[in-house]
């Protein structure tokens, strides 16, 4: 299906290797899902995982963000709607560039083998959505996995943000405080150069009362990740944020 | 003005610390300069240069490709059409993404500054052209600058090709042998997954024979640099090319 980005504002940030609620229906009240994660994710438990979600609540886009490409397949690409592929500007050179070297030159070598039949350039870029990345919390799973040593001042945060917009023509940007509630600072400071780029917060939103001010603040979407897997009361009430 | 890149097939590329031709009439010939040099290049000799192009050849679009912040100014923001701005994928962190992220920066804590009074997020759109770009010939000033210490395999190239069309979205992907021939596999290489991009290749070109060898492999326009500060009949032979 097509993502239709400015009516997502909710997002539901699934890992493969944690319990899945036991009531899947629950993702009615989001708008989109992305299943990923680093620790003891697999290529299998990943398309367990995007056929439990889809199988449960079909007319979710479900994306795959694989953290390696040990984590992708025919099967998981043709699961989901696009993978989510990030390019993260305080990580090392692996990623911001390196690993999408190697994923492009591993896909212009074999449209048909990764893609299936209708293998081709054009069914390649519909496949991807592109991210451009701050991660601010340092002492984070996703900062090390990453190799990020330092968060970014609020100034380059603005200045990531409109190189997204202006140069490399990312449709997403992603501010990151993974597992922590990072404020309002630095989505307000994203928000004030971007135009058509959507923005997105993750980090620490456990009530209605987060979701509600990074959403003020200017982010497009939100996305909520471990009270989905931990606090279905918290989780739900971040649904319920009027926009 | 508005650059009509599928116009474009020939490409003058001036080093400001060269001197140039006595008559520099000789660019009606060219459909697009780019001014632009590592060594003894100054903010002065860029400005000084691209009025002199200016001035001779008003119809033609000149774009700068400053090697430093230093070489740029309002004054040379202001007289050309376009700053050319290469992300190297075989390049060092810096070349990629660290200077554009400290540029963009810049740009969004200055707008007026830098801009002038016309300074806006969509007046730096406008003067932006991103380029993905390798470096094919490691022996190369260019390839010492940018911290380039490898080449790229034909598969890679392709990769970096693809890359750009369908994730970093840059409008162009130039192929840099800078300095020497490169002969025609590369372009081949990343005209087989090129759609809308269009592909530069510039290095070594001073006949008519090796410019219609690397248009007829698939690059949309070729860039001369060389023989335009030393070889004025060579260059000449490049421009005279059918296509």
């Not at 603040?217 to 649904?239: L, P």
Request: proline share 4%; hydrophobic share 40%.
């Amino acid at each position: 299906m097509t993502i239709e980005w400015p009516a997502i504002t909710h997002i539901t940030k699934i890992d493969p290797a944690k319990p899945l609620p036991a009531d899947l229906g629950v993702l009615e009240h989001t708008d989109l899902v992305i299943v990923g994660g680093s620790d003891d994710v697999t290529e299998e438990n990943a398309l367990t995982t995007i056929q439990e979600v889809v199988d449960s609540v079909p007319e979710i886009p479900v994306l795959q963000e694989p953290y390696s490409s040990q984590h992708v397949s025919v099967e998981t690409i043709a699961a989901v709607d696009q993978l989510f592929v990030p390019a993260i500007y305080n990580g090392d050179q692996t990623h911001f560039v390196g690993k999408h070297l190697q994923m492009f030159t591993q896909l212009s070598s074999d449209f048909e083998g990764l893609l299936g039949q209708s293998g081709s350039m054009a069914s390649i870029a519909e496949k991807i959505c592109a991210v451009g990345y701050v991660i601010q919390n340092t002492d984070s799973r996703a900062a090390s996995t990453a190799g990020v040593t330092e968060s970014l001042s609020l100034d380059e945060v603005r200045g990531a943000a409109l190189a997204t917009e202006v140069f490399y023509d990312f449709p997403l940007f992603y501010v990151e405080y993974s597992g922590q509630f990072g404020g309002t600072t630095a989505v307000n400071a994203a928000a004030t150069v971007l135009g058509e780029t959507r923005l997105l917060y993750g980090g620490g939103i456990d009530s209605g009362q987060k979701a509600n001010a990074v959403l003020s603040a200017g982010a497009d979407a939100i996305v909520v990740g471990d009270c989905f897997h931990e606090d279905r009361d918290a989780y739900r009430q971040t649904t319920r944020v009027d926009h």
